[in-house]
């Protein structure tokens, strides 16, 4: 168990890698050079959809290209969790990521001029862009290797969903409202473009890869399949990563070419993708549209909620496909709900896949979710406040879905926002009306057991300096998780912050661990130090009862030192003294930490996490009725982390997630016209700066789960969330329009607005 | 990007160099914030970058103020213009156009003879210039000077009438009429992000007032509505006489409608053609306070 009385955790430290990361010594996949290294570049598709021969003698004869590849170049299995993903596309491209041809050379201008030599000649042909276009009578097959297990050719994945008597809820029902949502491709935009340097020794047959992937032992396995390699041959190691936000989360072609490129040339090789190519080839947010019917009872409880998803699966398929398990889980359980059926169908079409982002399709139902708690309020007359504080998930509650709430903040939330946000400012004049808009979420925050295991390995050992290393399985992509768990060694076996060491980047090295997602890292590598941390006290706690003479174990780790009420000795002491005095021991632990979180069921049943996260936010707009623009004013954050580990910490992930998510609301979206990529530069994507921050108030609610370390939740997703909701909710509330659709852009409102006047 | 850089030192310097690429493709960089990224776009084998990041001249890095005018040197940058205590008083649509430009870190770089070289429609600073009736001195390879209305400056998107063996070396800003005794100056930009934001619509305007109130003289330039920024001639007339205090909603109206008329935008990624106007047409009314 963990301490009681805590002198670290709690408190704002500052981040463990800060100063390496201002002083620009931090070394990121972009800065790793390493001897005799080449640098690669892809050749992708012109159009979205054609077929094409293509001729790369004239690349091969330019001075200084090593190695050109085409599909007819290398032997290896499709990608995805699918498998219906080539890495190099041969004959036929089917969306305007499409990789069809790599070199390697010395130096990256050879490179690209080399990819300027490469003569393709397409034949193009008519794609589908639109999801149902492609379920129509005489669609052609979109993925040649897709599963074919569903009634459609083109379906790629399907969910199904079902709790409660929906037939009987409706009929309770006083309202009922239904609308239809479309959410838009958002990118993740990490500071840091996608980067791999691969380095294959022709000697050893191993594969050395500098990867930024988030899911370090998973991509080891991924791309041991790709390149029919075994897996234990492959060696990931993590530079510092510039941003993950989900990005991470699944291999892109990219990673197993250059690694081709390796292995053919005998030679490391490095690709770094441009800004132009990460807008372009990097996945996005799942785009889908949502079809939801809702009833409220003359109360204001909730009775049902029917709810339709339609994505657009892309090309090929990624996790993109599989946020449904995050989406029916707000429908089914976010506030208590008696009755709830949700199906999800992604088809395949010749638009780009989606991705993993923040938030895993939970933005997205969030958004249509709350939208409607709105309209359910509006048709009932009730105040939009108090519907949701009625509703609100309760501790002890177990929802139709099987989530167990052990804790839960939800109603904390809701009432701290609601009155901190207080009552909406009055419009000073016609043109800048003001609204209010309130949104809630829930989110897993202990891990998510959707793999085999969703644990996390830890091995800490003391040097007979009383220096303290941690190497974890989980890994750092600038959430903080190294602080975390040096404050968490600190806190426990009272070694000063300076004196502990993270190493979580090397595959050869580390414990398994599932990968940095579903806001788990903080949750799972702090209960596996934990962990760790109890079996090495017991080790050390003998051998300081020796050195004592005191038969007690219970021990106090202060300062250095291993104490009793009257007694004393240094820990670095201690640990000299196990390792060369008989039996001559390491002061050294292990432990793997598995949440006791279940498998769902085939009907997506089951405690699925070992605890949950809620949310609230009250946002305060101002419109600009000549312009359309939304300006938010005030964010009201009310967050139940369980346990506050480090406020910093949080306070960033407040900030980041919140600014995210205004993003996700107003100004970020992909533009695609029949296939093709519109704004891929930060000129037209509106990527939110600095000054477009609002004010931003954070209230962390603590309700101390036992399964937490230290009582702790996750927190990473959460704060980005219910934002786009509760903004939707602010302009609707200003305007008394609609918006069915994200991001509220100038003019989607000024559109809204001249509806509302013409009616 | 693989082309060659030639770096004068002074103005004769500069007008050999141009002299000398007479048969070649050359640009000048001032600032580059706008060139580079072009460059990076484009074949630039053959070509000479013209650079003056090392030149040393008064009249091109220089705000001069004179009695009856200012001299703006086309190396000005925005962030020297924003600081000018003149401009700021008496020119405020030219100093909130700059103030609004880009970024900080942009706009301790970018010039005003950039901005109005690139001839951009969405030009900021250009735009207010527009609206000051500023003229432009341009400058020959035998250090001939022609001085041209700003309007004129600008002949189609990213097109000017400089000539080959011709730069823009100044900006001649008017001073305001001796009787005004209020300016109503300012400059709108529409778009979506308060940084690193290039104008969906913009709208400088620089009203001269008089003691009783009357408008006696007006300068109205539109950005992003029209294949160039645009003087809004006949909307600015129509201000001259009336009295600051007493305008009607149908003044605003008027006003607005005749501000449009100058307005032919295009339909892009960032906005369409319908939002433009619907814009333009608003923040018009808004300037008549």
Known sequence: MAKKNLKIIGTPVPKHDAKIRVTGEAVYGHDIKLPGMLYGAILRTEHPHATFTIDVSAAKKLPGVICVITADDVDTNNISYKRDHPILKKEEVNCIRDEIAAVAAETKEIAEKALKLIKVKYKIKKGIYEPLDALKSGAPLINKFSSGKFEHKNIAEKFYYEHGNIEEQRKKSMVVVKRTFTLPRMTHACLGTSNITAHYNKTTGKLLLYSSTQVPFLYQRDMAHALKMNPSDIRIIQ???????????????????????????????????????????????????????????????????????????????????????VIMQAFSSLYTLPACRFSATAIYTNNVFAGSFRGYGNPQATFALERVIDLLADKLGMDKAQIRIKNANRPGETTGQGLFFETCGHQDCLQTVIKKAGKKRKSENNRYRRGMGYASMIHVGGGAKIYRSDGCGTTIKIDPYGYCTIISGSNEIGQGSETVLAMIAAEELGISLDKIKVINTDTDIKPWDVGVHASRTSFVAGNSLLGAIRILKEKLNLKAGELLQEKSTSFNYE?????????????????REMHFTLPNELAIASYFYEPSSQFQDKGFKGNVSGTYAFASQAIEVEVDTYTGNVRVLTVHVAQDVGKVLNPLLLDGQIHGGVLQGVGYALTEELIFKEGYLLNPNFHNYKLLTAADTPDIHFYPVETHDKQGPYGAKGVGEAPLIPTAAAIANAVCDALQIEMLELPITPERVLVALKNKNNK | MDFSVVSPQNLSQLRNAIRTLQRKPYRIGAGYTDLLMELRKSD?????????????????????????????????????????????????????????????????????????????????????????????????????????????????????????????????????HKQTQHIHSGFIKVGTRNAMECSVVSLAYHIQVEESGYVIDAGIGIGASAPTIRFAEKA??????????????????????????????????????????????????????
């Not at chain 2, 149908?250 to 106007?277: C, G, M, Q």
């Open chain 2, 44 to 176: 630039t084998s053959d070509l000479t970058v013209i650079n003056l990041a090392q030149i040393n001249d008064n009249g091109l890095s220089h705000i001069k103020s004179l009695v009856n005018h200012v001299h703006i040197g086309a190396m000005v940058t925005a962030t020297s213009i924003c600081m000018n205590d003149d401009i700021a008083r008496r020119f405020p649509t030219l100093q909130q156009a700059a103030a609004n430009l880009a970024s900080t870190q942009i706009r301790n770089v970018a010039t005003i003879g950039g901005n109005l070289c690139t001839a951009s429609p969405s030009g900021d600073m250009a735009c207010a210039i527009v609206a000051l009736k500023a003229h432009c001195v341009l400058m020959n390879v035998d250090g001939k000077k022609r001085v041209v209305p700003v309007v004129d400056f600008f002949t189609g998107p990213r097109t000017t009438c400089l000539k080959k063996n011709e730069f823009l070396y100044k900006i001649i800003l008017p001073r305001n």
């Open chain 2, 236 to 289: 600015a007339l129509n201000l001259i006489g009336k009295n600051m205090q007493n305008f009607t909603d149908e003044n605003r109206n008027e006003f607005a409608k005749k501000v449009l008329t100058y307005a032919s935008p295009i339909s892009d990624v960032r906005a369409t053609s319908w939002y433009r106007k619907e814009v333009l047409y608003n923040i018009s009314k808004s300037v008549l306070v």
């Open chain 1, 559 to 575: 300062d250095g030192f291993i104490k009793t009420k009257s007694k004393q000795i240094a820990l670095d002491k201690v640990v």
């Open chain 1, 239 to 325: 530079p510092v990563i510039g941003g993950g936000f989900g990005s991470k989360l699944d291999m892109y072609p990219f990673e197993p070419i250059c690694a081709l490129l390796s292995i053919k040339t005998g030679r490391p090789v490095q690709i770094l993708y441009s800004r132009h190519e990460e807008f372009l080839a990097s996945p996005t947010r799942q785009p889908m549209t949502i079809e939801i019917e809702a009833g409220a009872d003359k109360d204001g409880n909730f009775t049902f909620r029917d709810v339709n998803v339609i994505k657009d699966n892309g090309a090929y398929t990624s996790w993109g496909a599989t946020t449904p398990f």
